[in-house]
C-alpha cells in the first residue's frame, strides 16, 4: 500500500493514463522506496462543473493535508 488517487478534467486518452500511472508509480517508488508490488492507481474524470466540488471537498477541504497546491482558480475552468 500506498495508493494514488488521480482526479482530473475529461479528455485524457486511456494510453495517457496509463502512462501517468506509470510514471507516478516508478516516481512513488524512488521517493518512499517501496516496490511497485504494493501501489495502486486510480483515475477518475470530471467534467469542469463537477470539477468545481471536487476541488472544494478535496482540495480545499483537505488543505492541511495539501503537500503542492496549484495556482489557478478552478473557476476559471468554466
Known amino acids: 500500500m500506498p495508493h494514488i488517487a488521480i482526479k482530473m478534467l475529461k479528455g485524457r486518452t486511456e494510453e495517457q493514463k496509463?502512462?501517468?500511472a506509470e510514471k507516478?508509480?516508478?516516481a512513488l517508488?524512488?521517493?518512499i522506496g517501496c516496490g511497485d508490488s504494493h501501489i495502486t492507481v486510480t483515475v477518475e474524470d470530471f467534467t469542469a462543473e463537477e470539477w468545481q466540488d471536487v476541488y472544494a471537498s478535496d482540495?480545499?477541504?483537505?488543505?492541511d493535508k495539501l503537500y503542492k497546491?496549484?495556482?489557478y482558480d478552478p473557476k476559471s475552468l468554466l
Do not use: Q
Open 18 to 20: 496509463k502512462a501517468a
Open 24 to 26: 507516478l508509480t516508478a
Open 29 to 31: 517508488c524512488e521517493a
Open 59 to 63: 482540495i480545499e477541504g483537505k488543505a
Open 69 to 71: 497546491k496549484a495556482s
